[in-house]
C-alpha cells in the first residue's frame, strides 16, 4: 500500500482519474486567445476554473476547459 503522505495524481477528472492539468500555454494555444486575454477572463472569472500548485504554477483541468468550451457554446446559442 503506498503512503498516505505523498499528493494525489496531478492527473484527475473530477469522477475520473485521468484529468489532465493543462499549462496555460496550453490553454491559450487551444482557445486561440493571446496570455493577456485569458488572464483578464481569469481576473474577471470568465475563463475556465484554473488551480494554483504549491510551486506557484496555473493549471487547468481538461474537464474544466471542456465545461468552459461547453459553456461558451450554450451562451451562444
Not at 41 to 55: I, Q, T, V
Not at 60 to 70: E, G, H, N, T, Y
Request: proline fraction near 8%; hydrophobic fraction near 30%; glycine fraction near 6%.
Amino acid at each position: 500500500m503506498p503512503p498516505t503522505h505523498f499528493p494525489k495524481s496531478i492527473h484527475r477528472r473530477r469522477g475520473s482519474a485521468d484529468d489532465e492539468l493543462l499549462s496555460i500555454p496550453q490553454v491559450i494555444a487551444e482557445l486561440g486567445v493571446s496570455r493577456a486575454t485569458f488572464y483578464r477572463w481569469r481576473s474577471r472569472r470568465k475563463g475556465p476554473a484554473s488551480l494554483r500548485l504549491p510551486n506557484g504554477s496555473i493549471r487547468i483541468r481538461r474537464s474544466d476547459l471542456d465545461a468552459f468550451l461547453a459553456d461558451c457554446e450554450e451562451t451562444k446559442r
